[in-house]
């Protein structure tokens, strides 16, 4: 990291040599004659945009770098740019070209141009196209400071008609931006023909802004020739889709950058292989770093899969010993309901054996009995001890009947309590093994829990990385892609742009990327970006322009606008919608409910009163009206 630092800084150096000042540069800010003021809007409340403070603070650094007092403004209110515009017009009495640049939002109304500023509190942002004339600045004021000075050169750059920037487009609001008359000696560019809408761009800058920059700082350009290159620049760009609309009262030449004499050139030429050296080295040692990283990425997978292999093991051997537990559990309560069966089947069988003795002992006392009787029936002297002996057996008889019937009731008790010590002992063991059970697997889920939740941790800290590390690639990137162009924006280094654009080219990927096309090479480095930077202007522009601007947008992105468009159709169909929907419905049923009702009581009001006859004492007949109060 502190090497590749080193080199940053070693480039930042030579990039700094090459873009020194040229004569003219120092010629113009001391004599004070070329000011400019640029002004970039982008974070409206409703409809933000990506690009123009980008825009803006490009633009205003090439100005400055080419002599120009510039004036820079970001992100104005009304009043802001209001000033902004007075101390512009007050700058211009004894200036030999002047500037004005906007990018933001843009709007015309009743056939006049609105620069629309940022609106800080309710009471000033601007929400649909009727208040713009109140709360929006008069593209016209500016126009007209440049005509009051009678300024020699005057340029105003207008990247302001990107889309419609209010809810409800297309219900009597026109895109874009009116044509203007442009003042003597000056010349006016748009973004796009007046009432198109042009577009914010992918990239840092908006296609036509990336353009202006491009040739404002090609040396030799005359300003007459400057709208046509912008122009074909812009159509490359866009694919034909956009282009710029421009409005020229000139009267001289003019060159933002005038052309290189020979010394420069061949101060140039000499930089320039000078460059060659130390890129060759920086080239090597920056793809050495890439190694190194490449290989520490490597190594950190590794790592995680070696972890995600051992928590998956540990998963596996929890829920195994989960099991095993279960199994044990379960043929320990088969043991205990065997022995309470086999201790049930002992007892029954005692009980049993008792009874079957009793038995046999009444069916000898009915033997005796049955003796008795036989004997009886032969009569003799005996009868006396005979019926004494009845009596002796039936007395033996009823008692054992008695202790017979209460060992069957002990009996009948015992296996009652038996079973319900059984019941009760089984229902005892397995709450305690659904107990051991429930433990077992609440210390198993737990364990898996954690075992989870460190793997996860493991995953989002690797994702963090992973996103650190892309952030870390996408800011060197956009830090050599700004030396790139800077490079590419200075007379002195704009000869070594093409290697400059190689030497990125080579350290960040592999194969060639068409000169300049940043979004290009972004997408290679850092797949993805492209795409959701598209699918962000398909839903920009069905929110924008609706139907009709998607399917111009579908004709380069058919893809990302089929998706637009879906989304666009689930949105429609939410259930906020449709409550929004029948909210709006019911007030309105509401609101001519209660103006029926008003015209039912005024009606009733306005009825005369019936009238009514009577007969007076001397026999006459007069008519009366009713009191309201009897009706």
Request: proline share 4%; with cysteine.
């Amino acid at each position: 990291m502190v090497r590749l630092l080193a080199l940053l800084v070693a480039l930042s150096a030579v990039a700094s040599v090459y873009t020194a000042e040229r004569g003219f540069v120092p010629i113009r800010r001391t004599e004070g004659a070329y000011v400019a003021l640029v002004i970039g809007n982008g974070t409206y409340q409703e409809t933000p945009l990506a690009n123009p403070v980008n825009d803006a603070t490009d633009v205003s650094v090439a100005l400055e770098s080419i002599g120009f007092n510039v004036t820079l403004l970001l992100n104005a209110d009304k009043e802001q740019m209001a000033a902004a515009v007075a101390g512009f017009g007050a700058s211009l009495r004894s200036v030999k070209a002047a500037v004005f640049y906007y990018a933001g939002h843009g709007a015309q109304v009743q056939g006049e141009n609105f620069l629309l500023p940022i609106g800080r509190t309710p009471a000033t942002q601007i929400t649909e196209e009727g208040q713009v004339p109140f709360r929006a600045f008069n593209a016209g004021e500016v126009i007209a400071q440049l005509e009051k000075a009678k300024v020699p050169l005057s340029v105003v750059v207008l990247d302001a008609c990107r889309n419609n920037p209010f809810k409800g487009a297309g219900r009597g609001g026109v895109p874009g931006l009116a044509s203007i008359n442009a003042p003597i000696g000056s010349l006016v560019f748009y973004a796009t023909k007046a009432g198109s809408v042009a577009s914010d761009g992918t990239g840092r800058n908006s296609p036509f802004t990336a353009a202006f920059l491009k040739h404002l700082l090609t040396p030799g350009l005359d300003i007459r020739l400057l709208s046509s290159e912008i122009t074909n620049t812009v159509s490359d760009l866009t694919h034909g889709a956009q282009t710029p609309g421009t409005y020229t009262q000139l009267r001289q030449g003019f060159c933002f950058v005038p052309p290189l004499t020979d010394a420069e050139k061949f101060a140039a030429e000499k930089s320039r292989k000078a460059e060659e050296l130390r890129q060759s080295e920086m080239q090597a040692k920056i793809r050495d770093l890439a190694v190194q990283a490449r290989t520490a990425d490597a190594a950190q997978q590794r790592q995680l899969t070696a972890e995600r292999t051992r928590v998956e093991a540990a998963l596996a051997a929890s829920k195994q010993a989960s099991a095993e537990l279960t199994r044990q559990l379960e043929a320990d309560l088969a043991a205990a309901r065997d022995q309470e069966t086999a201790d049930l089947a002992t007892a029954r069988k005692g009980a049993d054996a008792a009874l079957a003795v009793k038995q046999q002992e009444i069916a000898a006392l009915n033997a005796k009995i049955a003796a008795l009787k036989a004997s009886s029936t032969q009569g003799g002297a005996s009868a006396e001890a005979d019926l004494d002996q009845m009596v002796a057996v039936m007395e033996q008889r009823a008692q054992r009947r008695t202790e017979l019937a209460r060992m069957e009731r002990e009996a009948e008790e015992a296996r009652q309590k038996a079973a319900t010590d059984a019941a009760e002992k089984r229902r005892l063991e397995e709450s305690a093994a659904t107990a051991r059970r429930q433990r077992a697997e609440a210390v198993a889920e737990s364990k898996r829990q954690a075992a989870i939740m460190d793997e996860h941790d493991k995953v989002t800290e690797l994702a963090r990385l992973q996103a650190a590390e892309r952030q870390a690639l996408a800011d060197r990137l956009e830090r050599d892609l700004a030396k790139y162009r800077r490079l590419a924006a200075s007379d002195d280094g704009k000869d070594m742009a093409p290697v400059a654009w190689a030497k990125i080219c080579a350290t960040y990927t592999t194969g060639d990327v068409r000169l300049g096309d940043e979004g290009e090479l972004t997408e290679r480095v850092l797949p993805g970006t492209r795409a959701a930077a598209v699918d962000s202007a398909a839903d920009r522009a069905f929110a924008d322009g609706g139907r009709p601007a998607l399917d111009g947008f579908a004709s380069r992105y058919p893809k990302h606008a089929r998706a637009a468009e879906a989304r666009r159709q689930a949105a429609l169909t939410s259930p906020a919608t449709w409550w929004d929907e029948i909210e709006n419905q019911t007030i309105v049923y509401l609101i001519l409910i209660g103006l029926g009702i008003f015209g039912l009581i005024l009606g009733f009001l306005c009825t005369p009163p019936p009238a009514q006859e009577v007969t007076r004492p001397d026999g006459s007949t007069a008519t009366l009206v009713s009191d309201l109060n009897d009706l």
